[in-house]
C-alpha cells in the first residue's frame, strides 16, 4: 500500500496585515510523501554529455536531499549531496507556484515566443539567433497538485518543460513573463545547485534555500 503522502497546502497570496489569514479556496494544493524515493524536482541545464550519453543533473527529493551530478569530464566532476530544509523545500514549491511554474502552459508560451520573433523580424529586419544554445529540463512531479481556488486535484501530478536557449530568449523576449519566470526558476535551482556542491565539499549536510534573482 502507498504510504500516506505529506500533505503540503501552501498559500500563494499575500497577506494584508497582521491579522489578516489565506483560507484554503485561495492557496493552491500541493502535495508530496516526505519519502527519500520521491524525486520532486530534477533539473538538466543542458550542455554536453558523454559519449554514453551521461549529463548533469540535479534532484530534489520529498525528504530534502538534493543530489547534484557532473560528469567526469566536467572540470568539477563526481556526485554531491546536501539536505534541504522542508520548510525551505515547501518555500521553494510555493514560488514555483506563484510563478504559474507549475502550470507552465509550454505550447501557448512558444507561440508567443513565435508572434514575438515575427515582430521583431518586421520591425528590425532580423532577428537574435544562436548556433549552439543549453537545452534545459525542469520537472517537477507531485502526488496532487490544484491552482489556487480550484476544488479538484490533479493525482499524479507530473510537468516536464523543455527550453531551448532559455537564458538568451528570456533576455530578447522580456514581454513574455512567462519564459522571463520560467528563466528566474532555473536560475534559483542553478544557485542551489552550487550551494549544494559548496555544502558538500566543506562537510556540511544543510544547504540554504537561494533568494529569487
Not at 520521491?38 to 550542455?47: K, N, S, T
Not at 543533473?57 to 534541504?84: K, Q
Amino acid at each position: 500500500m502507498r504510504a500516506l503522502p505529506l500533505a503540503l497546502i501552501l498559500a500563494t497570496s499575500p497577506a494584508i496585515g497582521p491579522s489578516s489569514a489565506v483560507s484554503a479556496s485561495e492557496a493552491p494544493t500541493i502535495r508530496y510523501p516526505a519519502a527519500a524515493d520521491f524525486l520532486v524536482i530534477e533539473l538538466y541545464p543542458g550542455g554536453p554529455r558523454s559519449a554514453e550519453g551521461d549529463a548533469a543533473f540535479t534532484r530534489i527529493y520529498g525528504d530534502g536531499r538534493v543530489h547534484v551530478h557532473r560528469p567526469s569530464f566536467y572540470r568539477e566532476s563526481g556526485d554531491f549531496e546536501a539536505w534541504l530544509r522542508l520548510r525551505d523545500l515547501d518555500s521553494l514549491l510555493r514560488d514555483f507556484a506563484a510563478d504559474g511554474i507549475l502550470h507552465f502552459d509550454l505550447r501557448a508560451v512558444k507561440e508567443r515566443r513565435l508572434v514575438a520573433e515575427r515582430e521583431q523580424a518586421e520591425k528590425e529586419g532580423s532577428v537574435p539567433g544562436i548556433a549552439d544554445a543549453a537545452t534545459v529540463t525542469l520537472t517537477i512531479r507531485l502526488d496532487q497538485y490544484a491552482p489556487a481556488g480550484a476544488t479538484d486535484p490533479t493525482d499524479d501530478y507530473w510537468k516536464t518543460i523543455s527550453w531551448y536557449a532559455l537564458d538568451e530568449d528570456a533576455e530578447w523576449y522580456p514581454e513574455i513573463e512567462p519564459l522571463v519566470r520560467l528563466q528566474r526558476a532555473v536560475s534559483r535551482l542553478e544557485d542551489l545547485t552550487g550551494h549544494a556542491m559548496a555544502a558538500a565539499r566543506s562537510g556540511d549536510t544543510i544547504v540554504a534555500l537561494p533568494a529569487p534573482r
